[in-house]
């Protein structure tokens, strides 16, 4: 049964371009959620898809955009990439019920420069 | 917004020593869970508390919910250097709201 999944496992790029992460949740789940974990801190909530749908945003900009695809897996979308962007993204996958544990991904390590 | 604040942010234990680790929340949670995430690694699901005042145990951690369900410890007994890593509380509100606020961790290192 293989776990949360996330691809690439590393990236860099330069500020102003565009990047597209991808997740493939664990087996039987159908919520994917994003995090952005910057160095030294705790992941912060970016959003949350079920259904295809974004279901709840956390505090970031519209730069920040995702989809989810009728197979369960997503992707985050960030435009016009900032230093400040350079972070882990990690993807989480969960059953859409009440108290559901998040199972997390490897991440995504992103460095802009 | 809901802020999850976490303290210590670093401890550096003796091999053996035991070790706590406390979380508070601006607001009524739902639910806490607790994640250890090692070096270079990613956040790893250790338990989930739901009830108030609920205690559980994994063998050398023990987790609490506070009465109020707006606070929480992790305390490990006789540390061990694979306890190293940095333990994050997370909540969801009361509301519904599924999203994790995530404290800003604790970072524990063993001396052997």
């Known amino acids: 049964d293989a776990g949360v999944t996330q691809s690439p496992t590393h990236l860099i790029k330069t500020r102003g371009q565009q990047v597209t992460l991808r997740c493939s949740p664990k087996?039987?789940?159908?919520?994917v959620s994003w995090y952005q974990q910057a160095l030294g801190q705790g992941p912060q909530f970016i959003f949350q898809y079920y259904e295809e749908e974004e279901r709840q945003r956390g505090n970031f900009p519209d730069r920040f955009s995702g989809h989810q695809f009728p197979n369960y897996s997503s992707e985050l979308n960030v435009n016009a990439l900032l230093l400040g962007d350079s972070a882990l993204y990690l993807c989480?996958?969960?059953?859409?019920?009440?108290?559901?544990?998040?199972?997390f991904g490897p991440g995504t390590r992103l460095l802009v420069l | 917004g809901q802020q999850v604040m976490q303290i210590p942010q670093y401890q550096h234990v003796q091999e053996g020593e035991d070790f706590t680790t406390y979380c508070n929340s601006s607001?009524?949670?739902?639910?806490i869970q607790w994640y250890k995430q090692r070096p270079g690694g990613h956040p790893v699901f250790l338990i989930q508390?739901?009830?108030?005042?609920e205690v559980k145990k994994q063998k050398r951690l023990t987790f609490q919910f506070g009465e109020a369900k707006k606070n929480s410890s992790l305390h490990i007994t006789a540390t061990q250097t694979t306890d190293v890593g940095t333990y994050f509380c997370?909540?969801?509100?009361?509301?519904?709201?599924?999203?994790?606020?995530f404290g800003s961790g604790t970072r524990l290192q063993v001396q052997p």
């Open positions: 607001t009524t949670l739902s639910n």
């Open positions: 508390l739901v009830k108030s005042g």
């Open positions: 997370a909540g969801t509100m009361d509301t519904g709201r599924r999203a994790l606020t």
């Open positions: 087996s039987g789940h159908d919520t």
């Open positions: 989480a996958s969960s059953v859409r019920v009440v108290r559901e544990t998040q199972y």
